[in-house]
Each structure stands twice: as structure tokens, then as C-alpha cells.
T-cell receptor, first 110, second 114 residues
């Protein structure tokens, strides 16, 4: 099956710093999404981004499908950004074979 | 985005028993999914539940262990049968937004098996 690798596995930042999280995948995909799991376990969908660039406030994401990677940018980080960020991909356009990466655990210190 | 409610939010269960998790969505959705997240791990898809048909299970998951019901377009249940400590996990219900393809998750059900 498709392999999803996320880096770095862990990241510690001071509040206000910027960061880039990476997601590499082993095969072409038609569906790629980024999620944030907060410390209480709730998963929030950040971006649906099989290709191109999107921005939402301090967060933006870019997927270069031809090179099989996606990047999540977090600017001016806040303590509430702490948690685990997951990348998930699917070869199909729908969600019934989504594969999640191992995640990047982000800790933002005040 | 859809509002997804799961019950129970957490439970402590005895080995050998079974527990049914309920998932209620505030709008009709075609695709519902059940995921497992073992402690400190990522998410693994258990099965896809479509209304009116049997669930489709991923490799490593079987219907006898994880029976699923999908009686209508807003509700599904997952049963974890004959539990062992290895079944201690967070079980998450998710749905696919019809128009956008985005995946949304319930709050999860945290099961501890003693």
C-alpha cells in the first residue's frame, strides 16, 4: 500500500516562531488532507489539498503532487497550536482508503 | 462541516466483554468510516460503512470482531467484541463531506480494557 512519511516526528517551538511540516508519499494521490489533533484528542480538518496551495489564517499548505510531497506552514505559532499534525492520503478521490502518516508532535512553549 | 457525536466518550471494560459505540451525524452522509488509534499511534481505518450494505473491512479487521451497523444515513454503530487489553484504543467515527470530500471526525471513544 501507499506509504506516508511525516517529518519531523517531534518539534518544539517558542511562541511566535514559524515552522514547516513535511509529508512525503510513495505513490500518486487524488486526495490529501492535513489534520490537527489537539491534546484532548479531537481531530480537526485543516486542509483538503490534493494539489496546489491554500491558506487559512496563520496556516497554509502546499502540495506538489508530481513530486509526492506536501508542506504545512505554521506562522507566528501559538500555544494552542500544540498537538499532533497528521497528513492523510488516498489514491482514490474519496476517503475509503485513506492512509495516515505517523504524525508530527508539535509543542509550542509560551 | 458536519457535527458528529459519539457515545460513550470513554469507558473502562472487562476482558471478554463487548461494547457498542454509537455515532450520530447532524446531516445525511453517504460515507461513514470507523478508525482506531492505539495509544501514541496514528489512525488506522477499520472499515467503511455504507447505508444499506455490509461494511467493507480493511486488512487485519474482521466482521466477527468489529461488527458494524448502518441503519440510516445519519447513524452507525461499531461493536468491539470479546475485548482484550490490546483493544484499548480510541475509536473514531468519521464522515466525508458530500461537496468537498473533506473528512470530519467525532470526538472519539476512549476504551480501556482491563
Amino acid at each position: 500500500g501507499i506509504q506516508v512519511e511525516q517529518s519531523p516526528p517531534d518539534l518544539i517551538l517558542q511562541e511566535g516562531a514559524n515552522s514547516t511540516l513535511r509529508c512525503n508519499f510513495s505513490d500518486s494521490v487524488n486526495n490529501l488532507q492535513w489534520f490537527h489533533q489537539n491534546p484532548w484528542g479531537q481531530l480537526i480538518n485543516l486542509f483538503y489539498i490534493p494539489s496546489g496551495t491554500k491558506q487559512n489564517g496563520r496556516l497554509s499548505a502546499t502540495t506538489v503532487a508530481t513530486e509526492r510531497y506536501s508542506l504545512l506552514y505554521i506562522s507566528s505559532s501559538q500555544t494552542t497550536d500544540s498537538g499532533v499534525y497528521f497528513c492523510a492520503v488516498s489514491r482514490r478521490g474519496n476517503n475509503n482508503d485513506m492512509r495516515f502518516g505517523a504524525g508530527t508532535r508539535l509543542t509550542v512553549k509560551p | 462541516s458536519a457535527v458528529i457525536s459519539q457515545k460513550p466518550s470513554r469507558d473502562i471494560c472487562q476482558r471478554g466483554t463487548s461494547l457498542t459505540i454509537q455515532c450520530q451525524v447532524d446531516s445525511q452522509v453517504t460515507m461513514m468510516f470507523w478508525y482506531r488509534q492505539q495509544p501514541g499511534q496514528s489512525l488506522t481505518l477499520i472499515a467503511t460503512a455504507n447505508q444499506g450494505s455490509e461494511a467493507t473491512y480493511e486488512s487485519g479487521f474482521v466482521i466477527d470482531k468489529f461488527p458494524i451497523s448502518r441503519p440510516n444515513l445519519t447513524f452507525s454503530t461499531l461493536t468491539v467484541s470479546n475485548m482484550s487489553p490490546e483493544d484499548s484504543s480510541i475509536y473514531l467515527c468519521s464522515v466525508e463531506a458530500t461537496n468537498t470530500g473533506e473528512l470530519f471526525f467525532g470526538e472519539g471513544s476512549r476504551l480501556t480494557v482491563l
